[in-house]
Every structure is written in C-alpha cells, then in structure tokens.
C-alpha cells in the first residue's frame, strides 16, 4: 500500500472563533496552523483564507500573501487553494487563485444542499468553465465530491479532455444533504472511479476520524482539519490543526501505513 497522504484543511470558509477560538483568520496564523500541521505529517495545506476579522474572501492578494507565508516557514509543502469560496460568491471571485497558478486546487463538480438554508451551486457550465481555466493554467483540479452524482460529471468531462487522466478526487462525506459518511458509501465510490485515479476522503464533524480510518485501511488518503471538524474527541475541542493530523499520523502508523513527505505525495498525484 501507498504512503498516507494528509492534507490539512485548515480554516475553511464557515468556521468561527467562536465555535473554536484556535481557528486562524490572520496571515500569520494561517502560517502557523499551516506549520503545525506540516510538522505532525500534512504534505498538502487545503487554503481558504479569511480578512483579519474572520470575514470569508477570495481576495487574490490574500491568497498570494498566504502561501508566501506559509512557503516560509515550511518550504516543501504543497499548497491547494480552495476555489470553493463561500456559497455566495460567483464563479469568477471563486476562481481567482488559480491565476495564482498553484500545483493543485479544488474544483467542485455538482450542486448540494449544505446544512438547513445554504445550497453550494455549481452548474455544469461553471464546472466547464472552472475546469477550462485550471487546464490553462496547468493546475491539477482536486474533483470535490459530495456525492455520486459528482463522479459521473467529472468522467464526462475526462472523456471530453477537459480533465487530464490520474484524476485526484476529494470524497467529502457526512455534509447534511448530501451522501452520508459510512463504509458501504465509501466503497462505491471509491470503486465508482478510474483504477489509475487516486482519492481523498474527508469526514465531515464527528465522522472525521471515523472515515479517517476507513480510508487509511482500504488504500485511500485523508484530509482532516477545522475547515470539517473542531473537535479532537467528543467534547474536546482540538488546539491546533496540526493535533488533528498528527492524531490520523498514528492511526495510520498504528496499521503500519507510512505517512508520505509532499515529494512523495507530488509523485503520487503526478504533480
């Protein structure tokens, strides 16, 4: 099996200090929560970034100012801008990092419910168009994927070259309105894919480390952080993202999976 790939996704674009007072908003604690994640294993940082006030943006000098941050204090890490935004924002706000031209960044392949009032709406021709505009860029899209449906878009697109082939998918799992977090879904999905693909899965709140698990036994690789999760057990709220990564680091060493540095993960995902 595979080294471990561990991404950290470290802020997201929903969760407040109020929930959890460690959740960075600053340049500079998006750098350290970076910093401690890469320290307990993370080799890829998932990056939304926030105004000093905790305001969600999509700023491209945010962006730009956030991974010089982060690139000094831990140099080999591989940075994936969001382009997921938040659900208010267009298409083109959201896409503003690839311009950045970072290796990866997420590109969102359907329309789901979020939670009781929010719908994340991504039409096929914002796919496209995303999806166009990474191509020109020469960024690798990580295939955001809240359900099965997600899939079979991004197949289409694959049999049109408007994805290249080892596609990297992101299973996200446990998203109130979309497909739950369980072993049965994560197996069809995971054999709903490409055999030369690779995939992510991210367990959303209290399923976090529970699909954690499941992935690091069954091939797969992990993302983890305060972006799906605040919590390092029921109750406790985590200190640091770098907590949360190192707590999947053991799980995976536990069951004698290493725990890739980002030059192998780079080679894994053909970067």
Request: net charge neutral.
């Amino acid at each position: 099996m595979e080294k471990l790939i561990i991404t950290a996704a470290i802020c997201g674009a929903e969760v407040t200090k109020k929930q959890n007072p460690n959740i960075p908003y600053s340049i500079d604690e998006i750098a350290k929560e970076a910093k401690l994640a890469y320290d307990a294993g993370a080799s890829i940082i998932h990056l939304h970034v926030r105004e000093d006030d905790g305001t969600p943006t999509q700023n491209i000098e945010r962006f730009r100012a956030s991974i010089s941050a982060i690139k000094k204090l831990c140099p080999e890490v591989i940075i994936e801008p969001s382009t997921g935004g938040a659900t208010y924002m267009s298409k083109d706000e959201r896409l503003s990092p690839v311009f950045l031209k970072p290796e990866i960044a997420s590109l969102d392949c359907g329309t789901c419910n979020f939670g009781m009032n929010d719908i994340f709406v991504n039409t096929e021709t914002t796919i496209r168009y995303f999806a166009k505009k990474m191509i020109e860029a020469n960024v690798k899209p990580e295939i955001e994927v809240f359900d099965k449906g997600m899939i079979d878009t991004a197949l289409k697109l694959y049999s049109e070259g408007l994805l290249k082939d080892n596609l990297h998918f992101n299973f996200v799992m446990g998203v109130r309105g979309a497909i739950d977090a369980s072993l049965l879904n994560l197996a069809f999905m995971s054999h709903s894919i490409p055999s030369n693909s690779t995939y992510t899965v991210t367990g959303i709140g209290k399923y976090q480390f529970k699909m954690a698990a499941m992935a690091i036994a069954s091939g797969g690789h992990v993302r983890v952080g305060f972006e799906d999760n605040i919590y390092i057990e029921k109750g406790i709220l985590a200190k640091s993202n770098g907590e949360l990564v190192e707590k999947t680091a053991n799980l995976s060493k536990e069951i004698g999976r290493e725990i890739a540095t980002p030059k192998e993960a780079r080679k894994i995902l053909n970067l």
